[in-house]
């Protein structure tokens, strides 16, 4: 897996404005009737990060989301964002807030920029500057062309660049993504993050976004992986692989629980079964690889090594695949 | 206040996009009236009604009544629809208020409704009623405070709901009486005891009322037993105050 081009530093220290949170999560918990949906999430986001949330459906994603879009106000524990409270003072920090749902919001009957305008309406900006941030964004996003045609005529990945325009137009300053680029091409993909970035660099935008491609995680200042309501890691992309050290062989063997004992008996090391094939993290792993395809020479299909990747902490952290770009680099 | 506008706007500019809602919201009520009216008139003739006023003319103000009737639950039904499609949820985060949201959304169903309504007037001549333009004035008016009442009405309803399904079922049993019970379609003096006190209480009685004194505010005994103008116009303001105010107290409650 190769790194990004212009994959911003880990941490994002030196670019960040200020030091004070953008968000402040103090053990927040929620759950739905007897179901919880978050067990206790502590987390402070800087302001002009871009913080990446990632896990698996179901993992709490969607309600913290809600939480902090103060559609949903928390059970258990407090969320201020810029200091503001988001149960107390829902109206303060709406004002500040752009969201981009994953379901879309924008109306199908009207045109691009009438959904933009109605927007702006929204949130207050007047006319003459509702038209020039829009016209900025339409440009930026390869919507310009189309802008007088109406949504419900748009094809899925031009609709949700509307989505995003939509999310950005009244300036704001801490952005709230769910899953941004789903259905966006990854040439599109690459070139709305970078312009997060950019807005990140320019105007001091902090991001908090969710995503299922890796590549994107790995782009992130910080990402923090949920699972089962909690929040299991938090830390740079870089100081996250770092933490698994080594090397990362995974064995696809014609009997993988066969093999799994096997190996465990010859080498003393304990695979780990994901997706069905056999996992290992160890120092020195080419010497491994050249090892077992000389012990079991008929019982294994393929085997691959690397440095550890996002995917291999999170299926280090949680047992259970996740990113959706894995395995086809073409795709990513 | 400019994002109550463009509610309100968005209100009007979907509606014309959807010609389905127009030819519905306006021919369905001629229909019936032409039908109901037609057919009663060689008959039945509505008790207690002016003996020399026809069923064509006595089911006239109550059909311009059904057209407001009707085109508040549409754009009610827009509501859920835009429940369902994820933009009042855009809606919702951002920083208008949830009664600047009812008030936009309530503002566009009673600008269609009286657009609506005021096509009906034309008709006003086949059944022998001359308006004035102080008439006409007295009539839009009206009609704007019943229409915004209902569409309020209709928006508390609606921001309960998750499906349309559900809102059909809740709209054939609520606000079909309502209107039925109005006197659009039978007076009060001649309706069974019980039935007559359930018209005193519905507030849309005295909706019905005023639009038929402004009706025939150059001919006030063609109206026949029906609340006077004056009561009929405030409880109809005051219909409208707390059909709005539910309507924003259901929008804060639903997050």
Sequence with gaps: MTQPPCSPLAGGEGSSPTTTAAIAIAGLTHRYGERPALRGIDLDVRRGEIFGVLGPNGGGKTTLFKVLATLVAPQGGAVTVFDEDTARHPERVRRRLGVVFQHPAVDGKLTVRENLACHAALYGLDGVESRARAATLLERLGLAERADDRVEALSGGLARRVELAKGLLHGPDLVLLDEPSTGLDPGARRDFFSYLVHLRDREGLTVVLTTHYMEEAERCDRIGFMHQGRLVAVDAPAHLKAEIGGDVVVVDAVDPEAMRRRIEERFGCVPQVVAGALRIEMPRGHEFVRDVVEAFPGDIRSVTYGKPTLEDVFVHLTGERFFDDVGAPGGA | ?255
């Design chain 2, 1 to 255: 206040m400019r994002g109550v506008r463009a509610l309100w706007w968005r209100e009007i500019v979907r509606f014309v996009r959807q010609r389905s809602r127009l030819v519905g919201a306006f021919a369905q009520p001629l229909l019936f009236w032409l039908l109901l009216g037609g057919g009663f008139s060689a008959s039945l003739r509505p008790p207690g009604a002016p003996a020399d006023l026809g069923t064509m003319a006595y089911f006239y103000p109550g059909i311009i009544g059904l057209v407001l009737l009707f085109t508040a639950i549409f754009s009610t039904i827009a509501v859920v629809e835009d429940r369902k499609s994820g933009f009042l949820q855009g809606v919702l985060v951002s920083p208008i208020s949830r009664g600047g949201i009812v008030l936009g959304q309530a503002l566009g169903g009673t600008t269609l409704a009286v657009l609506q309504g005021a096509l009906f007037l034309l008709l006003a001549p086949l059944v022998g009623i001359s308006l004035s333009p102080g008439a006409i004035l007295a009539v839009v008016g009206v009609i704007a405070a019943v229409a915004f009442a209902l569409t309020s009405l209709g928006l508390v309803i609606a921001w309960r709901m998750e499906s349309t399904q559900g809102f059909h079922a809740i709209m054939n049993l609520i606000l079909m009486p309502i209107w039925i019970l109005s006197g659009a379609f039978f007076p009060a003096s001649g309706a069974a005891g019980w039935l007559g006190w359930l018209m005193q209480l519905n507030p849309l009685t005295y909706g019905m009322a005023a639009l038929r004194r402004c009706l025939y505010l150059g001919a006030p005994e063609a109206v026949g037993r029906v609340p006077a103008l004056v009561p009929s116009v405030l409880v109809t303001l005051a219909f409208c105050a707390v059909a709005f105010c539910a309507a924003t107290a259901t929008a804060r409650r639903s997050r």
